[in-house]
């Protein structure tokens, strides 16, 4: 168990209160941390897959990020490649209303660039 990986009932950044919410917007404010869920929630990949779906992100961001999200219990090593645990999918279950509201929002701002005069 990583000290550094967010975790309920620990203070984390931006919050003492240690409540489970706080940790977890801790966690998934990260940088890259919400692509490899949503890369992995399409299919589980090795890390060197997952790197490329990620643009090519560095070494050692994705492993950092690979390592916070398994020690999270959010994601774990099978076979030769990471894939979501439960406790991971449940997450991505619950940011799909998120992804439906951004595509809402996308469209409305192309059909306000078109009205535009």
Known sequence: MDSRTPRPGVPVRGSESGR??????DLLGRRWALRILWELSQSPAGFRELQRRCERMS????????NELTDAG???MH???YQLTRLGEDLVDALRPLNAWSQR??????ASVRVRP
């Open 20 to 25: 489970p919410v706080m940790a977890a917007l």
């Open 105 to 110: 929002w996308a469209d409305e701002n192309a």
């Open 74 to 76: 959010l994601l774990t």
């Open 79 to 81: 076979g030769d490649g």
């Open 59 to 66: 070494s050692s961001v994705l492993n950092t990020r690979l």
